[in-house]
């Protein structure tokens, strides 16, 4: 048979969608490597200024210190309220409305909105710059991309490089050493501490494969030809830098959410993976990352580029083995059961317990003693807002998503599946009017106290 008769014969028999889904990016086929990259840092300053001007409208982006709490290993954690009201609202009149009222009305606050990507018509993943400064001195691999930066500032971002807390070695405390766990120093810092399969698949954890922004084609989004990305790039030190991305699961482009990298602390634990997804295992989460979400889902993008097809038995479960000696870090105030103890805890902090585990409604969801129940929930928050679109973002119903554990939550801001919250106390705020709770300024206060001890 010709190659000509096959391909008529493939057609005949194939859905037009699939082929479609296949066809190479117009950039890579109309526009040469040289010219992308000019007319996309020409571009650049504009989405910038559009981003920032986003988050100064929504945001108070302020570096204001809560006194007295730190994160693991010494980091400032944020305090107040960062989502501005709209003009000549409070938060207790807010309260008093109906989700109706709100909607009708256009005050529900643009903070409480989806937070777009970067620049959300590109997508793709972007690192903050202080991990992109290590890896390339670690490295020498540039996670820089020419066409856009991240968005938020630090302070307002967990701490870097994160502690790491070992299930099987909790004698050690933190293991991390200071230092960020890349392929120069991870045999060095944990060559005495695991055993030899739990090392190699911390191995594949800080190995860089190809990405759809990084790998070495000519519609990359890096100078240089880049050899990819590594699982540790995004959750650093098994926990969370911030870095972002927009899922691979949801079309059309506008509709798909800015992720929040959770942290891998505590994935022993769990028992769904992605925020929306709800992956049954760890193991399934990592294969479907190297195989799909590296690449948008796209199969054709992940063929050319250069996917990284793992060996579930020799690879996949190593990777998983060693994510799952993950350790949340120790919580001092805590009892076995998760609660707090009455002769290690403040007033404001037992009084905040208790509206946890009444009032707010918290532990319906969050359960102790990790504070998940492991299930999937619709918060239906679009019973709020009319659907708008926000810098290529359309807000509309976000669906089902997964109950995330708060235990060590102080060190993992910002917060939300799309990191749209960027305190402890704009989660309170949000979840007062979602929940319409009805909560008053000293219960709030108490909960946020509460959930930092978690």
């Known amino acids: 048979m010709s190659v000509s008769v096959l391909i008529r014969s493939l057609f005949a028999v194939l859905p037009v969608a699939l082929f479609v889904s296949f066809m190479p990016a117009a950039s890579a086929a109309d526009e040469d490597f040289a010219a992308l990259v000019k007319r996309l840092q020409a571009e650049k300053p504009k989405f910038s200024t559009r981003q920032q001007g986003l988050l100064a409208q929504r945001y108070d982006l302020a570096d204001r210190r809560a006194a007295g709490t730190t994160m693991s290993r010494g980091k ?21 409305l109906s989700p109706e009222q ?41 996670l820089t991309r020419f066409d856009l930066d991240f968005d938020l500032p630090d302070h307002l971002l967990p701490e870097f490089p994160a502690a790491i807390f070992l299930t ?40 860089p494969f190809p990405q759809q922004q990084f790998n070495a084609t000519d519609d990359r989004r890096s100078v240089k030809a880049s050899q990819g990305v590594a699982c540790l790039d995004c959750h650093a030190n098994g926990h ?31 028992r769904l993976f992605g925020s929306q997804r709800a992956l049954k295992t760890v193991e399934d989460f990592t294969e479907f990352e190297q195989r799909a979400a ?11 580029k250069g996917t990284n097809v793992l060996e579930r038995g020799s690879q996949v479960h190593f990777m998983a083995e060693f994510q799952e ?92 599946h799309d990191d749209r919250l960027l305190t402890l106390e704009d989660t309170v705020e949000f979840f007062n009017l979602v929940l319409e709770l009805k909560l008053s300024e000293q219960e709030k206060k108490d909960l946020v106290a509460f959930m930092r001890v978690l």
């Open 240 to 270: 969370t830098n911030a870095s972002t991305h927009t899922v691979g699961d949801i079309r059309p482009n506008e509709h798909r959410h800015r992720i929040d990298t959770p942290s891998l602390r505590g994935v022993n634990i769990q």
């Open 102 to 142: 709100i909607k009708e009305r256009q005050l529900w606050p643009a903070g409480f909105l989806p937070l777009p990507h970067p620049h959300h018509e590109a997508g793709g993943m972007i690192f903050p710059k202080f991990l992109i400064d290590e890896t390339k001195k670690q490295t020498d691999r540039d």
């Open 325 to 416: 000696l993950l350790d949340f870090p120790p919580a001092p105030k805590l009892n076995v059961f998760g609660k707090l103890n009455p002769a290690k805890a403040s007033e404001s902090e037992m009084r905040g317990q208790e509206v946890f585990f009444g009032k707010g409604q918290c532990a319906s969801c969050h359960t102790p003693p990790y504070y998940t129940d492991n299930q999937m929930h619709n918060l239906k928050v679009e019973r709020f807002f009319k659907e708008v679109t926000i810098n290529g973002r359309k807000a509309s119903a976000d669906g089902p998503i997964k109950t995330f554990p708060l235990r060590g939550i102080k060190d993992s801001p910002p917060y939300l």
């Open 294 to 304: 590296y690449f948008d889902g796209i199969p054709a993008d992940a063929a050319r």
């Open 168 to 207: 099987t070695r909790p004698d050690l405390g933190d293991v991390s050493q200071g230092k960020l766990v890349t392929l120069t120093n991870f045999h060095e810092l944990f060559k005495d501490i695991l055993n030899p399969k739990q090392l190699e698949g911390l191995r594949l954890l800080v190995t």
């Open 76 to 96: 400032p954690v944020q305090e107040g309220v960062r989502v501005k009201l709209p003009a000549g609202m409070t938060w207790d009149r807010l309260a008093a």
